[in-house]
């Protein structure tokens, strides 16, 4: 968590050298960006519901903040024409044991996807590694005889209108061995607070 707002805050001093004679402007920078983040996440979430009920969307009535993300959904909504299936899904694999929730499951020229869209400063590769993992929770609970998700993509949403959708395809090996480094980690905590519990129950005895 200090990492994050450190870094937030320097980031929002290099756009905006001004926060430097403002201290606490500049404290308030990360918690800004994150809540700014948040409506952000919403409203996008909005425009894919919108979307799915086939009721039309005004980028030119959102606040300016959001205007240029929501010109480049419409611009990307306008060259795919998707089918909403549904958003929002929450995914759970039993055989792995992990559980998720992808953005959104569209088809796209008659062909099932799996799409999770991101409006930050780029597109990561561990972001292929947990699309991956969604759309194999998505197959293991597939009903008998519905379609099988074989594309996953991201969609990044850029604040200048622009997009880019990228097919991705991650490696699932890969991402079970993070989440064992991940298991790992946490069973060292638990066990580094559990002896730390102990010492200080020896200490209160003596």
């Not at 590769?125 to 998505?138: G, M, N, S, T």
Request: hydrophobic share 40%.
């Amino acid at each position: 968590l200090i990492r994050w707002a450190t870094s937030a805050v320097f980031d929002a001093i290099c756009e905006d050298p001004g926060l430097l004679g403002n201290r606490e402007e500049a404290l308030r920078a990360p918690y800004a960006r994150r809540d700014a983040a948040a409506n952000l996440g919403k409203t996008v979430h909005s425009w894919i519901e919108a979307l799915k009920a086939g009721a039309p969307i005004d980028a030119s009535a959102l606040p300016e903040a959001q205007r240029g993300y929501g010109e480049a959904f419409l611009a990307w909504a306008k060259c795919y024409s998707p089918t909403i299936v549904s958003q929002e899904k929450t995914l759970y694999s039993e055989n792995y044991g992990y559980a998720g929730t992808v953005d959104m499951i569209a088809e796209i020229e008659g062909v099932p996807t799996m799409i999770d869209w991101k409006t930050g400063k780029g597109l990561y590769d561990e972001f292929a590694l947990q699309l991956e993992c969604y759309r194999r929770a998505y197959n293991e609970s597939n009903r008998e005889g519905d379609p099988l998700l074989l594309d996953t993509w991201l969609l990044h949403l850029k604040p200048d209108g622009n997009y880019e959708f990228r097919k991705v395809q991650g490696d699932f090996d890969v991402a079970m061995a993070v989440k064992k480094v991940w298991e790992w980690q946490q069973r060292m905590k638990e066990e580094a607070s559990a002896k730390k519990k102990e010492t200080k129950d020896t200490d209160a005895k003596e």
